[in-house]
């Protein structure tokens, strides 16, 4: 099993910089490929950025290209979520998830593939 727990929400105007960070517990963190995905109220949970066992590899939805950045800290246990360029529409509960990888340097966007979830961080941005 493993324990996630985010941090680092909050209220923030249009325009604005959050960091979400991620403390994973209770297994090999380098062996697990991590991810943030949202849900916005009203809407189903959506990938946002995931990133590979290594840190090497990444993948962006379309809508947060160019002003999010995932990024790992494997001594830490630790992947965080840097926003800037906040808009209205990035409003939304956000989850980190894990999922078992091994040795291997796949990453994937489906949140199906992921079995371990945090209990979600709120971000609310204010035009």
């Known amino acids: 099993q493993v324990q996630l727990v985010e941090s680092g929400g909050g209220l923030v105007q249009a325009g604005g910089s959050l960091r979400l960070s991620c403390a994973a517990s209770?297994?090999?963190?380098?062996?697990?490929?991590m991810g943030w995905f949202r849900q916005a109220p009203g809407k189903g949970r959506e990938s946002v950025a995931v990133?590979?066992?290594?840190?090497?590899?990444?993948f962006y939805a379309d809508s947060v290209k160019g002003r999010f950045t995932i990024n790992r800290v494997n001594t830490k246990n630790t992947v965080y979520l840097q926003m800037n360029s906040l808009k209205p529409e990035d409003t939304a509960v956000y989850f980190c998830?894990?999922?078992?990888?091994?040795?291997?340097?796949?990453?994937?966007?489906?949140?199906?593939?992921?079995?371990?979830w945090g209990q979600g961080t709120q971000v609310t941005v204010s035009s």
């Open positions: 998830a894990a999922r078992f990888v091994g040795d291997s340097n796949a990453v994937t966007g489906r949140q199906q593939e992921y079995p371990y």
């Open positions: 209770g297994r090999t963190f380098s062996n697990y490929a």
């Open positions: 990133i590979s066992r290594s840190g090497g590899a990444t």
